[in-house]
T-cell receptor
Framework: GAVVSQHPSRVICKSGTSVKIECRSL??????MFWYRQFPKKSLMLMAT?????????EQGVEKDKFLINHASLTLSTLTVTSAHPEDSSFYIC??????????FGSGTQLSVL | GQQLNQSPQSMFIQEGEDVSMNCTSS?????WLWYKQDPGEGPVLLIA?????ELTSNGRLTAQFGITRKDSFLNISASIPSDVGIYFC?????????FGKGTRLHILP
């Protein structure tokens, strides 16, 4: 199946710093990618939909200035957590949609803000 | 946001037992997907279903796309320890993707 590469898998940062997470589709072009947040033992919570060449669409309650999304090419979307604080600590996952047929996930990024 | 009704929420079974879980929705979907997520990892696609009534197997896993296009089930036969994890369903429509809340599978020693 298609491969979605997410990097880094784990990051620890100081409060107030910014962290960038990358999501790449390795063997297909993804016009649409999605970013999720997941708390321990909970389901995936959609944060935003990332569209290549246009602005991301954020879900209600997600701060667009806090979680910056850039989808600069058909194979790369990035999520930047700006001025991170401990409450931003979470597991972040990206996914890429292949037409109307399938959705593939990255391996996730565990963010810990000290 | 909108969610699928996935049940059961959790299951405790003995190794070797069969497992069944399902998802229902008030919306019609074009595609049903089933995923497994291990701790600290992203969900991995297990089975994809594209037509109403479709029954698809992947090893010990079998999933079906409901005739009404509003539901799907996943069965796991002869469970083994590595089946432990969280299983998610997802319904894909033209403009939406909706996830179930997951079924957490535990296998008793």
């Amino acid at each position: 199946g298609a491969v979605v590469s997410q990097h880094p898998s784990r990051v620890i940062c100081k409060s107030g710093t910014s962290v960038k997470i990358e999501c790449r589709s390795l063997d297909f072009q993804a016009t649409t990618m999605f970013w999720y947040r997941q708390f321990p033992k909970k389901s995936l919570m959609l944060m935003a939909t990332s569209n290549e060449g246009s602005k991301a669409t954020y879900e209600q309650g997600v701060e667009k200035d806090k979680f910056l999304i850039n989808h600069a090419s058909l194979t790369l979307s990035t999520l930047t957590v700006t001025s991170a604080h401990p409450e931003d600590s979470s597991f972040y996952i990206c996914s890429a949609r292949v037409g109307d047929r399938k959705l593939f996930f990255g391996s996730g990024t565990q963010l810990s803000v000290l | 946001g909108q969610q699928l009704n996935q049940s059961p929420q959790s299951m405790f079974i003995q190794e070797g037992e069969d497992v069944s879980m399902n998802c229902t929705s008030s919306s019609i979907f074009n595609t049903w997907l089933w995923y497994k997520q291990d701790p600290g990892e992203g969900p991995v696609l297990l089975i994809a279903l594209y037509k109403a009534g479709e029954l698809t197997s992947n090893g010990r896993l079998t999933a079906q796309f409901g005739i009404t296009r509003k539901d799907s089930f996943l069965n796991i036969s002869a469970s083994i320890p590595s089946d432990v994890g969280i299983y998610f369903c997802a319904g894909l429509g033209r403009d939406k993707i909706i996830f179930g809340k997951g079924t957490r599978l535990h296998i008793l020693p």
